[in-house]
């Protein structure tokens, strides 16, 4: 198994036909060709994961 970056791909795309192109007409042109996305996107890289458990951790589920 091997991943592809759609930003790349996108680059590739826009050099190939001289002009710029959507990153939505990259993601169709994926689909088209039997592509999905297999793996979820990056973390943000502002993210804090240990507040995150902390902010689960202390979420009450109302009922």
Known sequence: MFF????????ALDASLKRKTSLAATYHL???HGWRK?????RHPKADALAQD??????AILS
């Open 4 to 11: 592809l970056i759609v930003s790349e791909i996108k680059q």
């Open 54 to 59: 902390e902010w689960k951790k202390n979420f």
């Open 30 to 32: 994926l689909h088209r």
């Open 38 to 42: 297999l793996a979820p996107d990056k």
